[in-house]
Nanobody
């Protein structure tokens, strides 16, 4: 029901910024909570942040709160991830995902996934 396509990744130096976008197809975008996950080389995929259906509520892991900001524009069927003060340890493939509900922190609760976009932060 939903196709997700991430964009905006690339190479940035330590301390730089990037904004990732996730474009969703269909008219049911507003019926889904949206999340961002990331997977670094040799590591398992982990939760980054999520946003509720209306955008009124957001969720972050403590290590990223204050540096990353998630937002959504339901009229444009797009979710954004603003990434500031990037560090080399942020290097990973970043994925957006859509959920019909449940635990925002649990990747198994997400129904649809994008193909991912690479973010590389140099020292």
């Amino acid at each position: 029901q939903v196709q997700l396509v991430e964009s905006g990744g690339g190479l940035v130096q330590d301390g730089g910024s990037l904004r990732l976008s996730c474009a969703a197809s269909g008219r049911t975008f507003s019926s889904y909570a949206m999340g961002w996950f990331r997977q670094a080389p040799g590591k398992e995929r982990e939760f980054v942040t999520a946003i509720s259906l209306s955008g009124a509520y957001t969720y972050y892991i403590d290590s990223l709160k204050g540096r990353f900001t998630i937002s959504r524009d339901n009229a444009k069927n797009t979710v954004y991830l603003q990434m500031n003060s990037l560090k080399p340890e942020d290097t990973a493939v970043y994925y957006c995902a859509a959920s019909i509900g449940g635990n925002y922190y649990d990747q198994n609760r997400y129904n649809y996934w994008g193909q991912g976009t690479q973010v590389t932060v140099s020292s």
